[in-house]
């Protein structure tokens, strides 16, 4: 079975902090995906990032940075000179490889409020 | 780009009643999700179909049926509503070729039970 795990049930910075969201995973696949899903209080699921299993290299898109570490299973999103924009949920989620389509387990979720 | 269309937006059911939700994916991609997302939690995966069969089954609970037309739309048919089904619905599709598995969320259905 999958599992995501996100510790950090709510997170409040200031505006220009760098922040942190942690993101553990379970899973008895060889190969998956990784994904980050921004939840702004509109309610849609804005999609960040995917990760292939097989590529651990680190990704930067401007001030957001991934950190994928297959050793500790773990999948960590860091924003960097935080905005008030960024005030959402954010979700780390995890999928099999199938042929026909897979499903998404998501984290619970990390409360992400960022104060001027 | 077109995107995942999903209607209505918003919906106010009362318990007992019946609702149907309807998911219009990014055209050729040939899979679709459900997804219920009840309020403060993630979303649950309920059910997925491709190429217009059942691919995987989540926790759906056994009042809500599904359906994936030869159009490729997609129906989430939720009867006896009850309170504890007020959530908010995705659906998502993806494209199967060349294994991606992107998938690409619409902008939910809020459902009210009251």
């Known amino acids: 079975a999958q599992k995501v795990t996100q510790a950090q049930t709510e997170i409040s910075v200031v505006e220009k902090e760098d922040v942190t969201l942690d993101c553990v995973y379970e899973t008895r696949d060889t190969t998956y995906y990784l994904f980050w899903y921004k939840q702004p209080p509109s309610g849609e699921l804005v999609f960040l990032i995917r990760r292939n299993s097989f590529d651990e290299q680190n990704e930067i898109s401007g001030r957001y940075s991934w950190n994928f570490q297959k050793s500790t299973s773990s999948f960590n999103f860091t924003i960097t000179a935080s905005q008030v924009v960024d005030s959402a949920v954010y979700f780390c989620?995890?999928?099999?490889?199938?042929?026909?389509?897979?499903?998404?387990?998501f984290g619970e979720g990390t409360q992400l409020t960022v104060n001027p | 780009a077109a995107g995942v269309i999903q209607s209505p937006r918003h919906l106010i059911k009362e318990k007992r009643e019946t609702a149907t939700l309807k998911c219009y994916p990014i055209p050729r991609h040939d899979t679709v999700y459900w997804y219920q997302q009840g309020p403060g939690q993630d979303p649950q995966f309920l059910i997925s179909f491709y190429e217009k069969m059942q691919s995987d089954k989540g926790s759906i609970p056994d009042r809500f049926s599904a359906q994936q037309f030869s159009d490729y739309h997609s129906e989430l048919n939720m009867s006896s509503l009850e309170l504890g089904d007020s959530a908010l619905y995705f659906c998502?599709?993806?494209?199967?070729?060349?294994?991606?598995?992107?998938?690409?969320f619409g902008q939910g259905t809020r459902l009210t039970v009251v």
């Open positions: 989620a995890l999928s099999d490889l199938k042929t026909s389509g897979s499903r998404l387990t």
């Open positions: 998502a599709s993806s494209s199967t070729d060349r294994g991606d598995t992107e998938a690409f």
